[in-house]
Nanobody
Framework: QVQLVESGGGLVQAGGSLRLSCAAS????????TGWFRQAPGKEREIVAA????????YYAEPVKGRFVISRDNAKNTVYLQMFSLKPEDTAVYYC???????????????WGQGTQVTVSS
């Protein structure tokens, strides 16, 4: 079983940057796809970005393409989400999850972190 812990959220002004981290324990990310998801108040949870184990191909949702970068440090067993040019509409709780490689479907992800709040002020 994989335990995931997110960190790095906070309050930032529009146009600013944040880096979220997702540290795994119990098991490594080996063989898993890892995704970042977000849920804004009153909205459904949606995928933001995903990275596969091998090769480390990436996927980005349209609203974040060109602004967010997902990466993984195997030695630290940590996945990152670097967020640039943040907008107020990026405000949400961000979750890290691990699941089958190649999936971008929320229901297919087995392991979830507790979430970290990102608030972007205008």
């Amino acid at each position: 079983q994989v335990q995931l812990v997110e960190s790095g959220g906070g309050l930032v002004q529009a146009g600013g940057s944040l880096r979220l981290s997702c540290a795994a324990s119990g098991r490594t990310f080996h063989g898993y796809g890892t995704g970042w998801f977000r849920q804004a108040p009153g909205k459904e949870r949606e995928i933001v970005a995903a990275i596969q184990w091998s090769p480390p191909t990436t996927y980005y949702a349209e609203p974040v393409k060109g602004r967010f970068v997902i990466s993984r440090d195997n030695a630290k067993n940590t996945v990152y989400l670097q967020m640039f040019s943040l907008k107020p509409e990026d405000t949400a709780v961000y979750y890290c999850a691990a699941g089958p490689p190649g999936s971008i479907l929320i229901d297919e992800y087995d392991y979830w972190g507790q979430g970290t709040q990102v608030t972007v002020s205008s």
